[in-house]
T-cell receptor, first 114, second 115 residues
Framework: EAQVTQNPRYLITVTGKKLTVTCSQNMNHEYMSWYRQDPGLGLRQIYYSMNVEVTDKGDVPEGYKVSRKEKRNFPLILESPSPNQTSLYFC?????????????FGAGSRLTVL | DAKTTQPTSMDCAEGRAANLPCNHSTISGNEYVYWYRQIHSQGPQYIIHGLKNNETNEMASLIITEDRKSSTLILPHATLRDTAVYYCIVRPPVNSGGSNYKLTFGKGTLLTVNP
């Protein structure tokens, strides 16, 4: 089944403890992206990647890092999490060649930073 | 990017058609209309998209007015599982170049399907 898989789905952590949210897709998509969703603010893009080793900032990149060493994986790294990064995170991928802006989203990762 | 306007919320009876409107009066000639939905706290799900002709797939139909300033998403036989926030988004086609073509999800329409 074509899908985007995120892990962990739920995580409670403490301020300053580095964590990584993994994202993997099995559709051979070039484009991948991370969003966060907060009440009243909607979905905001954190980082995106056009292909392997090509990443760029979205609208809210502060406090996050990403890497794209393989086509299928696009992990989101919080080096020193803070409470304002408590949010619902979504990874998404898109087939760049199709011409259609059809994103496939993961199920989401709910992160709480105490 | 063209701005879209959707009602905040709508109700629909189970088994009836749900018609969700969207206004996009500033749409450009090459911009597509996309519809996504998000069931509570799940990842957004692509539904359908179109340029000027009406489109239909296994999930829904999309009716775009001739002047392309508005569109309607139709769920022909709504079920309780169709309760979700529905987003109408207008974007140009993704080309093979190096652009983000970020999707901007506004507030959408909360569709509640009632038994």
């Amino acid at each position: 089944e074509a899908q985007v898989t995120q892990n962990p789905r739920y995580l409670i952590t403490v301020t300053g403890k580095k964590l990584t949210v993994t994202c993997s897709q099995n559709m051979n998509h070039e484009y991948m992206s991370w969003y966060r969703q907060d009440p009243g603010l909607g979905l905001r893009q954190i980082y995106y990647s056009m292909n392997v080793e090509v990443t760029d900032k979205g609208d809210v990149p502060e406090g996050y890092k990403v890497s794209r060493k393989e086509k299928r994986n696009f992990p989101l790294i919080l080096e020193s999490p803070s409470p304002n990064q408590t949010s619902l995170y979504f990874c998404a991928s898109r087939d760049r060649a199709s011409g259609a802006n059809v994103l496939t989203f993961g199920a989401g990762s709910r992160l709480t930073v105490l | 990017d063209a701005k879209t306007t959707q009602p905040t919320s709508m109700d629909c009876a189970e088994g009836r058609a749900a018609n969700l409107p969207c206004n996009h009066s500033t749409i450009s000639g090459n911009e597509y209309v996309y519809w996504y939905r998000q069931i509570h706290s799940q990842g957004p799900q692509y539904i359908i998209h179109g340029l000027k002709n009406n489109e239909t797939n296994e999930m829904a139909s999309l009716i775009i007015t001739e002047d392309r300033k508005s569109s309607t998403l139709i769920l022909p036989h709504a079920t309780l599982r169709d309760t979700a926030v529905y987003y109408c988004i207008v974007r140009p086609p993704v080309n093979s170049g190096g652009s983000n073509y970020k999707l901007t999800f506004g507030k959408g329409t909360l569709l509640t399907v009632n038994p």
